[in-house]
C-alpha cells in the first residue's frame, strides 16, 4: 500500500524550531516529487512548500520563504520540513502529500496524502 | 499569485441530486487544475486532476470540465459519502493555489 506517514508535530513557542518528517513507503520514493501542504484550524489548504524528485529544485511560499526549508533523503524514502522562526499563524496540520506526475507541472496535483501532524505555536 | 475563487461557498442538496461547483482562476491556467474532497479531520483525496481526467478509484458521478479561468466540478446522483468540502487548486505556477472551499451539506 502506497502510504505517507508524518510526524514531528507539537508544541512550540513563538521564535521556536521545528523539523517534521514524512515517511515514505510502498512506492519508489526517489521517482515523485514532494510537497507539504499546510491547513490551519477551521480554514482551507495552502501550499507551503515542493521538492523535486532529485531534489536539484525546491520552491516555497511567500509566507514561509526564509524560515522554512524542504529537503529529502532519497536513501531514507523520507521528507523533512525544517521550520524556523515559527509564528502564531504557521499554527496548523501539515500534510506531505506526492505529486501526481513525474516531472513538469504534472507534479503539481497531489494523489497521496499522508494523515497529517499538527504544529502549534503558542507561548 | 493566482487567485483561486470557488463559488458556492456552501451548497445545499439531497441524496441523488446532481450539483456543480465553479472555480475561477484570476488569469488563464490552461488545464493546470486539480479538484479534491476533504472529509472532516481527514486528509484531502484527489477527485480530477488537469481540469477533466478522473482519478483512479474514483467514482464516474464526478466529473471535471473547463480551461483558462473557469472550471466546474460536477457530482451526479449525490450520494451520502458525498457529503464534505471541495477545493479546487491550480498548479500553472508558482506559487500553487488553493480555491477556498466548498462545504456541501444535505
Known amino acids: 500500500e502506497e502510504q505517507l506517514v508524518e510526524s514531528g508535530g507539537g508544541l512550540v513557542e513563538p521564535g521556536g524550531s521545528l523539523t517534521l518528517s514524512c515517511a515514505a513507503s510502498?512506492?519508489?520514493?526517489?521517482?515523485?516529487?514532494m510537497t507539504w501542504v499546510r491547513q490551519r484550524p477551521g480554514t482551507g489548504l495552502e501550499w507551503v512548500a515542493t521538492?523535486?524528485?532529485?531534489?536539484?529544485?525546491?520552491y516555497h511560499a511567500g509566507s514561509v520563504m526564509g524560515r522554512f526549508t524542504i529537503s529529502r533523503d532519497n536513501f531514507k524514502n523520507t521528507l523533512y520540513l525544517q521550520m524556523n522562526s515559527l509564528r502564531a499563524e504557521d499554527t496548523a496540520v501539515y500534510y506531505c502529500?506526492?505529486?501526481?506526475?513525474?516531472?513538469?507541472?504534472?507534479?503539481?496535483?497531489?494523489?497521496?496524502w499522508g494523515q497529517g501532524t499538527m504544529v502549534t505555536v503558542s507561548s | 499569485d493566482i487567485q483561486m475563487t470557488q463559488s458556492p461557498s456552501t451548497l445545499s442538496a439531497s441524496v441523488g441530486d446532481r450539483v456543480t461547483i465553479t472555480c475561477r482562476a484570476s488569469?488563464?491556467?490552461?488545464?493546470?487544475l486539480a479538484w479534491y474532497q476533504q472529509r472532516p479531520g481527514k486528509a484531502p483525496n484527489l477527485l480530477i486532476y488537469?481540469?477533466?481526467s478522473l482519478e483512479s478509484g474514483v467514482p464516474s458521478r464526478f466529473s471535471g470540465s473547463g480551461s483558462g479561468t473557469e472550471f466546474t466540478l460536477t457530482i451526479s446522483n449525490l450520494q451520502p459519502d458525498d457529503f464534505a468540502r471541495y477545493y479546487c487548486?491550480?498548479?500553472?505556477?508558482?506559487?500553487?493555489?488553493f480555491g477556498q472551499g466548498t462545504k456541501l451539506q444535505i
Open positions: 521538492i523535486t524528485r532529485d531534489a536539484f529544485g525546491t
Open positions: 502529500a506526492r505529486g501526481r506526475g513525474m516531472s513538469g507541472q504534472y507534479i503539481g496535483a497531489f494523489d497521496i
Open positions: 487548486q491550480q498548479y500553472e505556477r508558482y506559487p500553487w493555489t
Open positions: 488537469e481540469a477533466s
Open positions: 510502498g512506492f519508489t520514493f526517489k521517482h515523485y516529487a
Open positions: 488569469q488563464s491556467i490552461s488545464n493546470w
